[in-house]
C-alpha cells in the first residue's frame, strides 16, 4: 500500500475544510463555507421561518462557493493543474486571514470574509476533485461516509484480511475532517477568528507538497 503525495494533499485538505468551516459557523454567520449541503438546509430554514439573517448568510455562502467554482473553470484553462487552482485558494484565505488581523471585524466584515473563504472552498472542491483520490470530495463528507461503510462491509464479507487504500483514504477523510473542525473549534475558543491562520499553515503545506510533486 504506497501513499503519495496527491493522497497526503487530499487528506490535509479536508482538514482545512474542517477548520474553515467551524470558522464560518462559529466565529462569522452560523453558516458553512465549504458545506453546502448544511448551507441548503439552512437557507430553506431562513425561507420557512422567515428568518433574515439566516436566509442572507446561507445564500451569500452559496453565492461565494459558485463564485469560487466558475473562476476555477477559467484558471483551469490557462493552466489545467490543482497546484494552480489551490494557490489562489491560499491567496484568498491569506486575504481573509490580513484582513482579520488589521480590521475590526464588525459591520460588514463578517460578510465579505464569509464571501471570500466560501469562494476559497469552492476552488478548493474542484481541486480535490481533480486529484482524482478514491472519489474523495475535500468539502463533503456525506458519500465518502457511504463509501467507507460500504468498503468495510465489503471486506468483511469477502473475509479479507486488509482493507482497500481507498477505503483508508476514506476513514483518514473523515477523520482529517474532524480533526480540523475539533482543532478550529478549540482554537476559536482561544484565539477567536486568528484560527484562520491553521487553514493557512496547512494549505502551505499542502502547496509545498504539489511543489515538490511537479519538480519529481
Known amino acids: 500500500m504506497q501513499i503519495k503525495r496527491d493522497h497526503i494533499t487530499i487528506l490535509l485538505l479536508c482538514a482545512v475544510s474542517g477548520v474553515i468551516d467551524v470558522l464560518g459557523y462559529i466565529g462569522l454567520s452560523h453558516v458553512f ?105 475535500s468539502t463533503v463528507l456525506t458519500s465518502t461516509l457511504a463509501a467507507f461503510v460500504e468498503g468495510l462491509m465489503g471486506a468483511m464479507q469477502k ?22 473542525a475539533a482543532a478550529g473549534s478549540l482554537s476559536e475558543r482561544i484565539i477567536g477568528l486568528h484560527t484562520i491562520w491553521i487553514g493557512v499553515a496547512l494549505l502551505s503545506l499542502v502547496l509545498l507538497l504539489q511543489r515538490k510533486k511537479n519538480i519529481a
Open 33 to 137: 463555507t465549504a458545506n453546502m449541503t448544511g448551507n441548503i438546509v439552512l437557507l430553506g430554514i431562513g425561507i420557512g421561518d422567515a428568518r433574515q439573517v439566516v436566509l442572507s448568510n446561507a445564500a451569500l455562502a452559496l453565492v461565494g462557493f459558485v463564485i469560487g467554482i466558475v473562476a476555477t473553470v477559467f484558471i483551469q484553462r490557462k493552466s489545467g493543474t490543482s497546484r494552480s487552482i489551490l494557490t489562489w485558494e491560499f491567496i484568498l484565505i491569506l486575504l481573509s486571514a490580513i484582513i482579520i488581523l488589521l480590521m475590526p471585524v464588525n459591520g460588514a466584515i463578517p460578510s465579505i470574509i464569509l464571501l471570500i473563504l466560501s469562494t476559497a472552498m469552492g476552488m478548493q472542491t474542484i481541486a480535490g476533485r481533480n486529484l482524482k483520490i478514491a472519489g474523495l470530495s
Open 159 to 180: 473475509n479479507a484480511q486488509k482493507l482497500s487504500l481507498d477505503t483508508y483514504l476514506r476513514g483518514g477523510a473523515i477523520l482529517l475532517y474532524l480533526l480540523g
